[in-house]
């Protein structure tokens, strides 16, 4: 079995987020890895494509959700929630395909959700936000860097390649006998 580049960087960036969330003493990691793991791409312009597109659909989905909370939270209708929220759903994916920016409707309607669902807001709902924003960005950094500074050298890399093609030639007289 063999593991890929993809799948070492992936997990390192993800090593990377979980300790320096730990290091720096903040509070849940969870969208720093996702983002990591979400912005790993085989090409760091991969990386950076998806990278934009997920701060783009962070900073909506939380614009929204702060509006829409600060609504229900002006007029006290906690109650109607649960018809507000998927309103909110279609907005968003409405707002992304105007904008051109399709490639963000799931982390803008991730982001949204995890607002509205979340019962706690601990120092309130524009800073949970703020905070989401903040949590992704990192995640993406830490997945660009990684993705751009991590390689296998060459020495390494030619020994893979002549296994496999060992592996490969092995494998066709196995076939044939």
Known sequence: ?????????????????????????????????????????NTIVDSLDRGIARIIGTIIGGMVGILVL?????????????FIIPLGIMLLIQICVMINMKQSVVICCVVYLSIMITKSHEGGYVWYTINRVVDTSIGILIALIVNKYIFIPEKIRSKFRHEEIKEAEESIIDDEE
């Open 1 to 41: 079995m063999k593991i890929g580049m993809r799948n070492i960087k992936t997990s390192l960036a993800v090593f990377i987020c979980l300790l320096l969330f730990d290091f720096i003493n903040r509070e849940n990691s969870i969208f720093a890895c996702i983002a990591a793991v979400i912005c790993m791409q």
């Open 70 to 82: 600060f609504l229900v939270n002006t007029i006290t209708a906690y109650e109607i929630l649960i």
